[in-house]
C-alpha cells in the first residue's frame, strides 16, 4: 500500500519537530515512525520488548501500565512496564485474571489491585511484588472493566456473578457493584446492564457502555452507600458490535474531560481511532485511519498528562504513541 506523504502544516511540523528533540534527548524508546499522511499524526512506535500487547491502562501518575502480553509461543501474562522506559515486572504470581479482559485496577495513590481467580482481592505499591491479601466477602466474577473512585473509598466493578447466588450461575449480561478496600462487596448492584465504567473527569458522574450506547450517569454517596441517578446519552452507537468484547473496551476519557477517544470497528473499511468532543458531541476529530496507518488500531489510552494517546496494532500487537496534545493544537483545538 503506497504511502502518501504528510501535509505541510506548519504548526503540527513545529510541533512534531519540538517533540522529536525532547524525545531523543530523553532516550525514549521508539523503534520506528509510521507516517499516515493526509495530515494524520504519526504513530511512533514504542519498544516494550518482546510480545504482542493489549488491554493496558495507565498509572494515575503516568509512570507506569499495566498490559497483558502475549509471547511467541502463544502464553500471555499480565506485567506492570514503564511506558517509556525498560522497566517490565510479571505479575503472574498475581494469579488474576480469566482470560482476556482487565482485572488489574490503578488506585488513585498508584497502587495496584486485582480480584484473583480464588475471590481474593490483592493491593500492592511499586515494585508490586508483595501484594496484600484479603477475601472477598462475596463471589465477583470480573467481565467488562472496573475503576476506582477518586478518594480510593470504592472499586466499582463488573461482574458475571451475582455474589447473592451461591450456585454462580453465569448472568446474562454484567452488573456493577462495588468493593471496599478490606474487600466487603456491596451484594446489591448498582447497575445492572453496564460494561467498561469510568469517570467523567472532574466530576462524580459515571460514564459505561449501555447496550451499543456510551451513557453518564451522576453518583451520589449517602450514610456510606452508592446510588447512581438516571443516565443520559453521550455518544450513540459507541459499540459497533455488541457481542464483541473487544470493541467495547476501545474508549478512553483525556484528563481534561473534554474529549473521549474512542474506536470505530468496520472490519471492511474505514476502522479508525476518532475523538469526540464531550460537550459538543457531534464534533469528531479523526486521529488513527486503518488505512492509512497499514493496520487497525485499538484499545486507546490517554497519558494522565493529556499530551499523549497510546494505541495497540491489531496485527502487530504493538503500542503506538501519537502527540495527541500537538495534534489537536495544529487544529485550532484544546486538548
Known amino acids: ?17 519540538l517533540l522529536a528533540i525532547l524525545l531523543s534527548s530523553c532516550s525514549l524508546p521508539f523503534s520506528s515512525e509510521v507516517q499516515q499522511g493526509n495530515g494524520y499524526p504519526a504513530l511512533s512506535r514504542l519498544s516494550w520488548g518482546s510480545g504482542e500487547f493489549s488491554e493496558a491502562s495507565w498509572s494515575p501518575n503516568g509512570q507506569w501500565v499495566v498490559v497483558l502480553a502475549e509471547q511467541s509461543n502463544g502464553s500471555e501474562n499480565w506485567q506492570v512496564a514503564s511506558p517509556f522506559g525498560s522497566y517490565r515486572h510479571s505479575l503472574d504470581s498475581w494469579n488474576c485474571g480469566f482470560g482476556l479482559d482487565d482485572y488489574y485496577y490503578w488506585l488513585p495513590n498508584n497502587e495496584l489491585s486485582c480480584i484473583s481467580l480464588q475471590g481474593t482481592f490483592l493491593i500492592a505499591p511499586y515494585p508490586f511484588t508483595s501484594p496484600a491479601r484479603l477475601m472477598l466477602s462475596a463471589p ?8 476506582w473512585s477518586e478518594d480510593g473509598t470504592f472499586l466499582l466493578l463488573t461482574s458475571l456473578f451475582d455474589p447473592r447466588d451461591p450456585t454462580h450461575t453465569v448472568l446474562l449480561e454484567d452488573n456493577l457493584y462495588y468493593v471496599q478496600p478490606n474487600g466487603t462487596v456491596n451484594t446489591s ?32 454517596v449517602k450514610n456510606g452507600d452508592l446510588e447512581v441517578g438516571a ?16 470493541d467495547v473496551s476501545s474508549y478512553a476519557w483525556d484528563p481534561s474531560g473534554n474529549w473521549i477517544a474512542v474506536r470505530y470497528v468496520n472490519y471492511q473499511s474505514g476502522d479508525k481511532i476518532y475523538l469526540v468532543n464531550a460537550h459538543n458531541p457531534q464534533q ?14 485499538t484499545d486507546p489510552m490517554w497519558s494522565p498528562d493529556g499530551k499523549t494517546l497510546i494505541a495497540f496494532g491489531v496485527n502487530d500487537g504493538q503500542p503506538y504513541a501519537i502527540a495527541i496534545a500537538d495534534y489537536l493544537h495544529s487544529k485550532g483545538l484544546q486538548p
Not at 465477583?140 to 475503576?147: F, S
Open 1 to 17: 500500500m503506497s504511502r502518501r506523504k504528510c501535509s505541510t502544516q506548519p504548526q503540527f511540523l513545529a510541533s512534531a519537530l
Open 140 to 147: 465477583l466474577r470480573p467481565d467488562a472493566g472496573g475503576v
Open 189 to 220: 448492584p448498582i447497575i445492572v446492564g453496564c460494561r467498561r465504567p469510568a469517570w467523567v473527569p472532574h466530576q462524580l458522574t459515571l460514564s459505561y457502555i449501555d447496550g451499543v450506547d456510551l451513557v453518564t450517569a451522576p453518583v451520589t
Open 231 to 246: 443516565s443520559s446519552i453521550l455518544i450513540k452507537n459507541i459499540v459497533a458490535d455488541i457481542s464483541a468484547d473487544a
Open 284 to 297: 469528531t476529530v479523526d486521529v488513527v485511519h486503518a488505512d492509512l496507518a497499514g493496520q487497525q488500531m
